[in-house]
């Protein structure tokens, strides 16, 4: 009977991609099997996050989930891996006795043997090192049985070195590391002939992609090649830092047909003294300059952000900084959080200037209103327009209904008299919502 396996993924789209190519890898190099249930798979792998205090607890209470199991199955692994292992390393080991390997955000490519390891042995693993960037791999990708969505992540980057002083990042995937571009482009052209149509680079710090050591090609360079690769259709990457936008970029993203007009820039916060303070390298004039190049460059680019509300010491005034910024660039959507203390770094230490939860709160939902209104206005632009959209498949909801998305990344549900609309489709937008489209697909302009 062949092995199962059964992958948790929390945290950010680099976890999400590690998690997908783990379990190919499992299962086409080791003949493993999917197992949607945890309870009856051979190996059962948690991807955790620890990016704010919430994302700790929901791992931490799935992993305790699986104890009754675990003591039912000795025979069964149970491996945490990820941000929050990284970051708890024995602690969780101590805490959760019942987990075989806890294992760090460097040792994705070295799983298949350490769960060898811990198979053979019956023993317990902790692996929480870090290498430099000589000694770390990415995951190897080969290419797949199993098939591909239309749109798929490739990592290119991995770690930080902007050490904002709210963010455990640089603590939990440790240093910038590029990834060697042949890897990359080779990983896309296997895709491509996998039809997948649009690709999302994905880095912490993805802007700064090559600047770690000398001989690698520069992050617009990437781009070009990237979006040559025969097949690709779409291109965008994730998350970029407002520091490390430049015009060359901002060039290459007018210029070459492939990038969609998209860009999440995090912007966390419209005070300066704020900012200063999350060292986050720019200012709120440095932000505004780089958006004004944008939008004169990108007339149709759809903006998106990051906000933190309730930091150390952020006064009423503060924040009123950030709610005028957030009308002022006028986002399409923005992901806001309250303040989050995390081990280590710089701003947990700043106890005294603590914000009371229930004043972040109050804020997070001042901002989360504003940016509800912003989102409608900007989705009503939309109505009656006919837009580009790349398919994934049937709706989840509204029978009959297909879905995909527009180059601005906005998901469309449209009606479609072909049975099965595949590849990109012109679609006529009929209705608008602040985080969704419906249409009708336009058969006459079918490119796909
Ligand atoms: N690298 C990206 C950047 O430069 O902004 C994003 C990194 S982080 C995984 C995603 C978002 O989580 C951040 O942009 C920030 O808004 C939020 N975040 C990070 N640490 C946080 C904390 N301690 N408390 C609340 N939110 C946090
Ligand atoms: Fe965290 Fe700042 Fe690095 Fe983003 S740039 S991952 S927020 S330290
Ligand atoms: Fe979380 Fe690590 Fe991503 S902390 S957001 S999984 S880089």
New binding site residues.
Partial sequence: MPLKIHIETYG?AMNEYESDRTRRLFQEQYGYEWSGVPEEADLVLFNTCS??DKADQKALSSIGRLRAAKIMRPGMVVAVGGCMAQSMGGELQKRAPYVDLVFGTHQWSRLPELVEQVREKRERLLETDFYGWKSYRFLPYRESTDSHPVSEFVTVQNG?D?F?T????PFTRGREVSRPPEEILEEIRNLARNGVKEVVLLG??VNAYGRDRSGLISFPELLDRAGAVEGVARLRFI?S?PAEMNPELIDRMADNEAICEHLHL?L?SGSDRILTRMNRQHTLEDYRGTVKFLRNRIPALHLTT???VGSPSETEDDFKATLDAVGEFEFNDS?S??????PR?K?AEWKDEFVPPETALERLFRIQELQTELAVRRAGSYLGSTVEVLVEGAAKRGEGLFTGRTRSNLTVNFSSGSRKPEGLVQVRITEAMSHTLRGEHLEVGYVG
């Fill in positions: 950010c990016v704010r930080c902007k904002c709210f963010c455990l990042v912490q710090n998350t830092h995090p966390q990051d906000i933190i992901f959080f309250c303040f989050s203390p995390r770094t701003a």
